[in-house]
Nanobody, 124 residues
Framework: QVQLMESGGGLVQAGGSLTLSCTVSGNVFSVDKLGWLRQGPGTRRELVALVTRSGTAEYADSVKERVTISRDNSKTMSLQMTNLKPEDTAVYLC???????????????????WGQGTQVTVSS
């Protein structure tokens, strides 16, 4: 069974830094995309950053100069956040697009997976 395990959230003062990590476990054929979305109080879920299997990254405009996403290996990804602001306060969810083998039939299936979420709180 595929699972996403997140770590690294917490409480930090404005201007501080945090690194979030996400690890994929289970029997996967490939991890095609890894990323983070966030949902703050009373706000819609939004993409923070995404990295493909080839290493191509994209960022939300609101974090572009302050965030770096990287794949440590095929199943682990990190999000380094600097100069955090109170408006960055949110639950951050790890996202992955994963391909697995179909069983017992031959072939593959790709679908989206989500972590449980980790709270990031930035105090002013």
């Amino acid at each position: 069974q595929v699972q996403l395990m997140e770590s690294g959230g917490g409480l930090v003062q404005a201007g501080g830094s945090l690194t979030l990590s996400c690890t994929v476990s289970g029997n996967v054929f490939s991890v095609d995309k890894l990323g983070w979305l966030r949902q703050g109080p009373g706000t819609r879920r939004e993409l923070v950053a995404l990295v493909t299997r080839s290493g191509t990254a994209e960022y939300a405009d609101s974090v572009k100069e302050r965030v770096t996403i990287s794949r440590d290996n095929s199943k682990t990804m990190s999000l380094q956040m600097t100069n955090l602001k109170p408006e960055d306060t949110a639950v951050y969810l790890c996202y992955a697009r994963i391909t697995t083998r179909k069983t017992p039939d031959p072939g593959f299936v790709s679908r989206d997976y989500w972590g449980q979420g980790t709270q990031v709180t930035v105090s002013s």
